[in-house]
């Protein structure tokens, strides 16, 4: 069974940084993709970035050049690191991975990301 559990959020001002993380077992991790979504109450589910089993990355366009994605093959770990935090970044932020063939994916249960002074 694969888990997925995201840690790292918070309460933070605007201006400041956070690293979440999303901690990944029961996988070969390596041939996993993975990407950090968002969800505020009343909005849809956002894709904030994505990275592949080889490290390439992207990124939505509200994120770039503040938040970067990255993953550690040898602590089955993904990372999001997120600077210059705004108010509209406040929100619950899930880790998805997607298997090899890419008929498989799975949730993690989410961590909240709270950006206000």
């Known amino acids: 069974q694969v888990h997925l559990v995201e840690s790292g959020g918070g309460l933070v001002q605007p201006g400041g940084s956070l690293r979440l993380s999303c901690a990944v077992s029961g996988a070969l991790f390596s041939t996993y993709a993975f990407d950090w979504y968002r969800q505020s109450p009343g909005s849809q589910r956002e894709n904030v970035a994505a990275i592949s089993p080889g490290g390439s990355s992207h990124y939505a366009n509200s994120v770039k050049g503040r938040f970067t994605i990255s993953r550690d093959n040898t602590k089955n770990t993904v990372y999001l690191e997120m600077n210059d935090l705004k108010p509209e970044d406040t929100a619950a932020y899930y880790c998805?991975?997607?298997?090899?063939?890419?008929?498989?994916?799975?949730w993690g249960q989410g961590t909240q990301v709270t950006v206000s002074s």
């Open positions: 998805h991975g997607i298997g090899p063939l890419g008929n498989k994916d799975y």
